[in-house]
């Protein structure tokens, strides 16, 4: 079962898991199960996506019920309107602890034309662990508030790695002895992105909409034995 954050007549919202793809596309590759088929047969009725995330990022995707909905939706996106907020762990510690990544990035298609694009971060915790990797005794990592403030393919796993702070799991942009640092040690085997807020206007009523997605109990865990907290639900950021 899709785990539903919030439903009404004109859209639904869940909390995509981690490694389920979004809907059929030639950057899947082949699949088992898609989340809009699963969210179909579990609601009943026409469901349309609004946006995406990628197969390996977790949290919170909006769904709309009718064509119109989702354009609608979709406008908010393109005018960038709806404020984004997700929890990455990244390798290293960012410097300066708040910053914005301005770095003109291309489509889904790496030699297309670059378009412009940001991602403001903010550095909310840090560790350092005791395992040698490489000539480093010990290694740092950071859990990062990443806010995209434009909607790039892949935009924050790209920026951040352009930076040399990629995320951990990352299999496309990161880095592969610390992923498997992570899959080792920690038992994590998920890339560390994950869509933790989302604010837009409800389009039919207007009303301002803040939904959140809680993490799975991989990316909990983890935070728990780093000793991690979150910024508290409500927080002005």
């Not at 990629?166 to 869509?195: E, S, T, W």
Request: glycine share 8%.
């Amino acid at each position: 079962m899709i785990d539903i954050l919030y439903q009404d007549d004109a859209l639904i919202a869940v909390n995509k898991p981690a490694n389920l793809a979004v809907h059929r596309s030639t950057f899947v590759g082949s699949a088992d199960a898609f989340l809009i088929d699963l969210l179909r047969e579990q609601v009943g009725g026409d469901v349309y996506l609004a946006h995406r995330l990628d197969r390996a990022t977790s949290g919170v995707l909006l769904v709309a019920r009718s064509k119109e909905v989702a354009a609608a939706l979709g406008e908010q996106f393109m005018n960038r309107t709806v404020h984004k907020q997700y929890l990455v762990v990244a390798r290293g510690w960012p410097e300066p602890a708040e910053d914005v990544i301005d770095y003109p990035l291309p489509g889904s298609r790496e030699t297309g034309p670059r378009r412009e694009a940001r991602t403001r971060y903010q550095r909310l915790a840090t560790i350092e662990v005791p395992i040698a990797l490489g000539r480093y005794p010990q290694q740092r990592y950071a859990l990062l508030l990443a806010e995209p403030e434009s909607g790039r393919f892949r935009q924050i796993r790209k920026h951040l790695a352009h930076i040399h702070h990629p995320v951990i799991g990352d299999c496309q942009h990161g880095r592969g002895d610390h992923n498997r640092l992570y899959k080792q040690h920690f038992g994590c085997h998920r890339m560390l992105l994950h869509a933790w807020r989302i604010r837009f206007v409800h389009p039919l009523t207007g009303m301002a909409m803040e939904i959140e997605a809680p993490l799975d109990d991989a990316f909990t865990g983890l935070l728990d034995r780093f000793g991690w907290a979150l910024p508290g639900v409500g927080e002005e950021d």
